[in-house]
């Protein structure tokens, strides 16, 4: 759905040997053209993949989260957060969509615009995280990548919140503020004990009850809540082919992918990119601006 492949294959057709999804492939070199070289194109997983039913959702919340992607723009992409008796699931659903697109031919006016509703996919937030009291694993589609996943496993966080004793209401819940530093990162969260889940979004929780809106103080990110529901969902762990990393070698990869994504992904010149609105190729001097959320 939102592969940016356009003029340049159109372009280069003349002479291909072979299409794929997200590349056009010549004489064994492999071209990439997309509009949008201010950000990563992330690659899809199969949905029709097998998998194994976690836990089932008893409370599901959905965040927009807006991240930064300029010094003065931010991008908005859409998050669920499913909470199960023993594990939690926060997903991108603008991730999901992208893989359900691998095979979902047809849309209705309604589900397309759900689905550019769901925001631009990111590599900075994960596009899974699956917590358990004991252990997170968080788990990353990747760059010019389909149907290969980057995962990490991690100790469950343990963050000291501090509470300011300030009050509002939000969406209809009394909420009370906590700030916290995590992640290289100053935190200011609201939380209601009225939905009594001790969860957030992102790697954010540990308050005796579910965090509604979370701000970095620098303005890079935002988790706000858009809704809960009490719908049943199954917590999935699809069985994509997985490459198990460490959480370093996760934000070493990150950076090099936003601060040098030509070395990091050429393949020493195998893989050649274009910005197909301009048809200028990409060198070793092209640059995505990088926010991380681990700072």
């Known amino acids: 759905m939102r592969r940016f492949i356009t003029s340049i294959i159109a372009t280069i057709a003349l002479f291909t040997a072979e299409a794929q999804d997200s590349a056009t492939t010549i004489i064994g070199k492999s071209f990439y053209g997309w509009s949008h070289t201010d950000r990563l194109m992330i690659g899809m997983c199969d949905l ?30 859409k998050y669920k ?14 991730q999901q969509n992208e893989n359900m697109s691998r095979y979902k031919n047809s849309w209705s006016e309604e589900e397309l615009a759900d689905f550019y509703a769901a925001g631009v996919p990111t590599i900075v ?53 906590a700030e916290a530093s995590f992640g290289g990162r100053e935190w200011l969260v609201w939380f209601t004990t009225e939905v009594a889940i001790s969860s957030g979004p992102w790697l954010l929780g540990g308050l005796p009850g579910m965090i509604l809106l979370a701000e970095d103080s620098s303005g890079d990110f935002r988790f706000e809540m858009e809704g809960i ?30 601060l040098n994504p030509y070395d990091q992904f050429s ?17 070793g001097d092209w640059e995505i601006e990088y926010y991380p959320l681990y700072k």
């Open 267 to 283: 393949q020493g010149g195998q893989i050649r990119f274009f910005n197909s609105s301009d048809m200028s190729e990409l060198k």
């Open 229 to 258: 529901s009490q719908n049943q969902e199954e917590i999935r762990l699809y069985d994509w082919p997985t490459k198990q990393i460490t959480k370093k070698q996760w934000l070493k990869y990150e950076r090099n992918a936003h």
């Open 81 to 94: 957060l499913l909470c199960g008796a023993h594990t939690s699931l926060f997903y991108s659903v603008a």
């Open 125 to 177: 937030i994960p596009t899974e995280i699956y917590s358990t009291k004991e252990e997170l694993r968080i788990r990353h589609n990747i760059p010019f990548a389909d149907n290969v996943i980057y995962e990490y496993r991690d100790t469950a966080q343990h963050i000291a919140w501090r509470l300011t004793g300030q009050t509002q209401e939000i969406c209809g819940y009394q909420s009370i503020s």
């Open 48 to 77: 029709d993949a097998d998998y194994d039913v976690l836990d089932t959702a008893r409370v599901v919340v959905t965040y927009k989260v807006s991240y930064r992607n300029s010094p003065d723009s931010h991008l908005n992409v």
